[in-house]
């Protein structure tokens, strides 16, 4: 299966619709978001441009928790979990977290096929044993070429593809 990954997006809907578009073209089945949606509208629109199964963490930036909650029950493939989603995945056990520091012992601990973090806004892939752990970027763009990830579930690969 494959599992777009996204992260932090700051309300900019313009590259979180591009990104949306890309993902449909990879094929992904599954979407993770690994918070920074900011405004509960960008959850809406992140929740109406993809009819799959929806996972998020929230980020240091989603100031309304209340009201993404409220936003996020409108949608019922939309699942968040705060601060930090275990997941079993097509047989993978997988971690999702905003924080960068958290998700680099998370994968050190061996107990997750993939981890994935978000927060520092910077594309990298690092294999730590037996666990992947990986950041997409940003679909913001603030800090370089905006992107996001690709997890295939039966290689264990992950690949950034870029919104350029």
């Given amino acids: 299966?494959?599992?777009?990954?996204?992260?932090?997006?700051?309300?900019?809907?313009?590259?979180?619709?591009?990104?949306?578009?890309?993902?449909?073209?990879?094929?992904?089945?599954?979407?993770?978001?690994?918070?920074?949606?900011?405004?509960?509208?960008?959850?809406?629109?992140?929740?109406?441009?993809?009819?799959?199964?929806?996972?998020?963490?929230?980020?240091?930036?989603?100031g309304d928790i209340f009201l993404l909650c409220r936003v996020a029950g409108k949608f019922p493939h939309l699942t968040l979990h705060a601060p930090l989603a275990e997941l079993e995945v097509d047989g993978r056990k997988i971690a999702l977290h905003h924080y960068p520091e958290i998700g680099l012992r998370l994968a050190e601990s061996q107990a997750y096929d993939a981890v994935f973090t978000g927060h520092d806004h910077r594309k990298y892939v690092h294999q730590k044993g037996r666990s992947l752990w990986a950041n997409p970027g940003e679909i913001m763009g603030r800090f370089g070429e905006p992107s996001f990830g690709v997890y295939d579930t039966g290689s264990g690969t992950f690949q950034h593809l870029s919104l350029d």
Wanted: aromatic fraction near 10%; charge should be negative.
């Fill in 1 to 62: 299966m494959k599992i777009a990954v996204l992260s932090d997006c700051h309300d900019h809907l313009e590259n979180l619709g591009r990104a949306l578009a890309l993902v449909k073209e990879s094929g992904a089945e599954r979407l993770f978001y690994l918070g920074d949606f900011c405004a509960p509208f960008t959850l809406a629109a992140l929740a109406e441009g993809f009819a799959g199964p929806v996972d998020a963490v929230f980020g240091n930036n989603d």
